[in-house]
């Protein structure tokens, strides 16, 4: 779309001087009237140009909304395809779902944290991590005497599936008396929306025939329900006792190791 002839004639002048686009709010500038957008003065105390004291620019606050000023979201390159009028960018990547993820994973070595865009954090789960995720998952836990689990708080490693054309992650987490499974789909709220999971665990009987468990939940965006929450509602919740009646013990010298087969599926 061609630009209005003001702002055609306006040039960059209204460009922020450290990302170079036009402005987001809150637009400052400095006594030189050098722009600085209001993204990138959180990184700076004074005006790189000539390290003059910043202020906020009323003037250019008021042509940004005149003018409409436009731009694509800054996490374009985690997924988010928004155009976003620049007096609303910064609170849109507040809530924006396509921010970056801060990886917390740590099978084959942890990564320090390291910032992912959301739309590349399967991949890099699966080749960085090696998460997979099998047909049949399967667990083994630890019971202490008191048949409480061992290695309380402890994250299982994400489970990876594609469905639909999204990419979906099982996480998990280990308490005391308990292990808290949910589905978390990379993408936004709208999209969780759509889809349910269900959660089964089963056990194959001597005379053949099959017992089973089963929980249905939502499925949540990974940013809303990255981490576990205490008393969410969003759990397959599988308590000691259901592991101990479904699993297969496996006897050791110092310990009692409880193994359990899962299924799941998407809908």
């Not at 993204?39 to 700076?44: A, H, L, M």
């Not at 008396?177 to 089964?200: P, R, S």
Request: hydrophobic letters at 35%.
């Amino acid at each position: 779309m061609t630009k209005p002839r003001v702002l055609r004639e306006l040039g960059d002048l209204m460009d922020c001087t450290i990302c170079l686009e036009e402005p987001a709010s809150p637009i400052h500038s400095c006594a030189n009237g050098h722009i600085i957008c209001g993204i990138c003065v959180d990184q700076v105390k004074k005006c790189g140009m000539c390290q003059t004291d910043l202020h906020v620019s009323h003037f250019a606050e008021r042509l940004s909304r005149q003018f409409e000023f436009t731009l694509p979201c800054r996490n374009q390159n985690c997924g988010c395809d928004e155009v976003v009028a620049a007096a609303e960018m910064k609170n849109h990547l507040q809530k924006c779902y396509f921010r970056y993820v801060l990886c917390t994973e740590s099978k084959s070595g942890r990564c320090d944290d390291a910032k992912v865009p959301l739309k590349e954090y399967g991949k890099h789960l699966q080749e960085r991590h090696k998460c997979v995720m099998p047909t049949f998952p399967c667990f083994t836990l630890t019971l202490t005497d008191d048949n409480l689990f061992v290695h309380a708080g402890l994250l299982i490693p994400a489970g990876i599936l594609e469905n639909d054309g999204h990419t979906f992650l099982l996480l998990s987490q280990i308490t005391g008396d308990a292990i808290y499974f949910w589905m978390t789909v990379l993408g936004n709220k709208e999209t969780a929306e759509k889809y349910m999971f269900e959660l089964k665990v089963f056990k194959t009987l001597k005379n053949g025939k099959k017992v089973e468990a089963s929980w249905t939940i939502p499925i949540v965006a990974f940013h809303d329900r990255p981490k576990y929450v205490e008393d969410s509602p969003f759990y397959a919740v599988v308590p000691v006792r259901m592991v101990k009646e479904f699993g297969t013990q496996i006897e050791s010298e110092n310990s009692h190791q409880i193994r359990f087969v899962t299924s799941y599926r998407i809908f």
